[in-house]
Structure formats: structure tokens, C-alpha cells
């Protein structure tokens, strides 16, 4: 790991504004802290463990030929009438969790899980409590620990 974390960031932009809301947050947190990022989109919440997994399979090197020292996590599941929220919470959750501790991953977890837009608003927000930048911090902090236990180079 040279001295500037590099990050992946994983985007659901189902709910574009909210999305776009979380991804500045975690870009806001990422930039203060000097560390460099790439942005890759994915359709749904679901997707964003297999896409951090992808980057696995290719040897962590990231489009730039750089490798990922951590993973933010960005979406937003709003429940609906049916049992789709809970499927798709819960798995996201899961596999992200699962990528982190069988692979040693610093991630931060930036997916808001809600009733409805106006507690996805009151998350995202970047004046209230900017769930994006918290991820982002998060993410910073696990590498920072992984440096601190010698988990870097992998």
C-alpha cells in the first residue's frame, strides 16, 4: 500500500438524487483525507458485493492499474409492499460482510436501509447525517487499522 489509500466506490443510483447525494458525502471524506478513488455504478443494491468481489478476481487492481486498499458501499433500498426489501437488505448486507472478513477488506457500508424517502433524505444529506462521508470514514479508518496489524501489502 503506498501512503494514499486508493478506494473503490460502488454505486446503486437506483435512487439517483439520494445516490448522488451519498456519493458526494463519501467524495467529500475521501478527498479531506488525501486518499485517491474510482467510481463504478452498478442496477441495485444486490449487485454491489459482486462487483467488490470482481475487483477480487482481477487482483485488486483497480482500472488504473492501481490496487483498492478499501471499498465504500452507496445505495439505498427504500421497502415497498412486498418481501424484496428484506431479500435485498439482507444479502447485501450479508455478502459485503462476508467479503470483508473472508478476504480481510476494509469496507465501509454506505447503504441506507429505510421505510420510506424521507428517512433516505434525512441520511443522505450532507448537512444532517451524511451517510456517504460516515462509509467513506469508516472505510479510511479499517485501512488504517489493517496498517496498524501489518495486512498491508497484501
Known amino acids: ?3 494514499v489509500p486508493h478506494i473503490m466506490i460502488v454505486e446503486a443510483p437506483y435512487y439517483t438524487a439520494i445516490s448522488e447525494s451519498l456519493r458526494k458525502g463519501a ?3 475521501i478527498e479531506a483525507a488525501g486518499a485517491t478513488w474510482e467510481l463504478f455504478s452498478v442496477p441495485g443494491a444486490f ?3 459482486a462487483a467488490i468481489r470482481f475487483a477480487l478476481r482481477s487482483r485488486d487492481f ?3 492499474g492501481q490496487r483498492f486498499d478499501g471499498y465504500v458501499a452507496l445505495g439505498c433500498v427504500i421497502r415497498g409492499e412486498t418481501s424484496h426489501y428484506d431479500y435485498v437488505c439482507g444479502e447485501s448486507a450479508r455478502g459485503l460482510q462476508d467479503l470483508a472478513l473472508e478476504h480481510t477488506l476494509a469496507i465501509g457500508y454506505g447503504i441506507l436501509t429505510v ?3 424521507d428517512q433516505a433524505w434525512a441520511r443522505a444529506d450532507l448537512e444532517g447525517r451524511d451517510k456517504g462521508g460516515e462509509a467513506a470514514r469508516a472505510c479510511l479508518e479499517m485501512i488504517a ?3 496498524a496489524f501489518g495486512l498491508f501489502p497484501r
Request: charge should be neutral.
Open 115 to 117: 421505510e420510506n424517502e
Open 62 to 64: 483497480s482500472t488504473r
Open 27 to 29: 467524495l467529500r471524506a
Open 1 to 3: 500500500m503506498s501512503d
Open 47 to 49: 449487485e454491489i458485493p
Open 145 to 147: 487499522l489493517k496498517k
